[in-house]
């Protein structure tokens, strides 16, 4: 397994702006896809964003599409969201995984490693 450390969280009005980082551990990085996933207070967490392992290819819930940006830089064993337009519906812990499964990336079942997360609010 790789150690996963998310940063970035914070307190924002709506329509502000935040960039998460996702730091990684050892070597086993750059060779994964990895995620974003939420969860909101009462709700189950979701699926956020993914992006493969040479960051060719992301994918975003509907949600999301338009505002979030999700890329990586493998030379830094780093994966960033950058989080735009934010609405308080944003508001949750936000979670970095590494996925291991085949090609569904919005199933957390499908991811190995997670990280303590990141508290987003979004204040309206």
Same mark, same amino acid.
């Given at each position: ?6 940063s970035g969280?914070?307190?924002v009005?709506?329509?502000g ?6 730091? %990684?551990s050892?070597? =086993?990085f750059s060779g ?6 939420r969860?909101a207070?009462?709700?189950e967490?979701?699926f ?6 040479n960051?060719?290819?992301?994918y975003? =819930? ?5 505002r979030? %940006?999700?890329s990586r830089?493998? =030379?830094?064993?780093?994966m ?6 934010l609405k308080?519906e944003d =508001?949750a812990l936000y979670?970095?995984?590494?996925h291991t499964?085949?090609t569904y ?7 190995d ?8 609010t979004?204040?309206s």
């Amino acid at each position: 397994q790789v150690r996963l450390e998310e940063s970035g969280g914070g307190l924002v009005q709506a329509g502000g702006s935040l960039r998460l980082s996702c730091a %990684a551990s050892g070597r =086993t990085f750059s060779g994964y896809a990895m995620g974003w996933f939420r969860q909101a207070p009462g709700k189950e967490r979701e699926f956020v964003a993914a992006i493969t392992w040479n960051g060719g290819r992301t994918y975003y =819930t509907d949600s999301v599409k338009g505002r979030f %940006a999700i890329s990586r830089d493998n =030379t830094k064993n780093t994966m960033y969201l950058q989080l735009n337009s934010l609405k308080p519906e944003d =508001t949750a812990l936000y979670y970095c995984a590494r996925h291991t499964g085949s090609t569904y990336y919005s199933l957390d079942s499908e991811y190995d490693s997670w990280g303590q997360g990141t508290q987003v609010t979004v204040s309206s």
